[in-house]
């Protein structure tokens, strides 16, 4: 496989400037079936120029339907586009025309051309053209779990029509980054043909001279799925991408201040969508015109959606420590016993951590730390190994994260009872939380302090619907039986010539 950088390069030379396959491969020193094999992978949105051919004055009546078709074309990969000889068939079909084929193969050449060169000088004035973006991070305050958090939000920001589109993370990094923008591109239902970024750690790994950037891979190959060109800034000079700056102050004073109440982060960035959309009831600030009209002239120009989503996910091999602990940057998330002091894969997205097997069977998945948080605990995968040491269980995590009356029936088990329990959970675990075996643990113990095999009978009551049975009660009543008294009296009547002795 080619370096992304090679299949990035052969997209930009096919797609942007319709060069031939032939030349770039003889360029790059490629083979041609190479060139175009990358040139037209699913993930990537290449583009060829037919070759010049003579137009005719019969075209005249044709050419408005000709361009919309090639401006409706231009938004798509390569393969998904019609070629000159389709076009003509269906302007036979549909339009009744008599010119030739090649007259509509050299117009179709002609304004190919045309259309590329306009795309790319649409590119350089970036604040003023349809189509082209912004984006930045800024910070707020949110209340989250009674505490005041500062989190960082990603703006998207269109110039032209002066609208935007916003979400919340925790953190701006490299994950974060790629997974807001992939939001954004999928809920507009495009993607805008160049964006301007700042040198973003997540985006640039290094800034080189003559305005050279070393790209980090993930966002290589972002860009290679989503086909868009980016810009970036020149070091210290935020005011080359103003406007997404103005909308991350505006953005902050009229939507996230004061401070938030947050329960749920997904939950807010849901909200924030509509709160966008609504915004642009309002006249822009110099045209006049109200914001949705503008940007529907945005989005006229936004390169289509490619077929498969992006996965915003990366994979590293990671060693197990002999407690069974792996690290990601800085912070530490269990495994299983089992996996101890071997080595792992790590799916990184950026609110989870998946821990693979080398045969990329998920063995536990966590959900991604921030902030002061230092570790993750999933007990799980190590109630089988505490069963054979319960006394060590009232030091561990696991027993101050049990509830309550769990905590309550483990104080009064025997160390034969605790071993059994622990053995039961380590199944029920597998497959529920704790809210089932809880309600069976309760309704067990109504009746005193239950054995594991009788909570375990209730469990499986309950999950099949049942619950607990209710105590039967006999219909006829019972027959009357004499009080029986204890004493020496019965010894005196047994042998009554002892009595008075």
Known sequence: MLAVAEINYIRHEANKKGRSYSSIAKQMSRDRRTVRKYAEMEDFSPSEVPKQKRKAKVMDPVKPILDQWLQEDLKKKKKFQRTAQRMYTQLVEEYGFEGSARSVRHYVSQRKKQLSEEAETAALPL??????????????????RGEVVTWPYLVLSFPYSNTFYVQVFPSEN???????????????????RVIRFDNLSPAVKKVLPNGERELTEEFQRFVCHYGFEYEFCNPASGNEKG???SMVKYVRNNFFLPELVVHDIEQLNETLWGKAEKDRNRLHYQKGIVLAELYLADKEQFLQLPAKEYECVRYEQVKVDKYGYIRVENKLYSTSPRFAKSTVLAKISYNRIEI??????????HPRLY???????????????????PTAMKYTSFYEQLPPLWQQYFTQCTLSEKQQALQLLSVILKDYDFELPTQALQLA????????????????QLINGRGQRPIIQPKGSLPVIPSATRGLEHYDQLFPSRGGK
């Open 243 to 245: 406007h997404v700056e």
């Open 174 to 192: 490299r994950d974060c980054f790629l997974e807001g923008l992939k939001r954004i591109f999928h809920h507009i239902g495009g993607v805008p």
């Open 445 to 460: 113990s109504e009746n005193g302090h239950p054995s594991v095999e009788s909570i375990k009978q209730v469990f499986y």
């Open 371 to 389: 902030g002061n948080e230092q570790k993750s605990m999933i007990w799980k995968p190590y109630l089988t190994l505490m069963s054979k040491r």
């Open 127 to 144: 604040e003023s053209k349809p189509g082209t973006a912004q984006v930045d991070f800024g910070e707020a305050p949110f209340k989250y």
């Open 356 to 365: 693979l097997t080398e045969d990329y069977d998920t063995i536990v998945c």
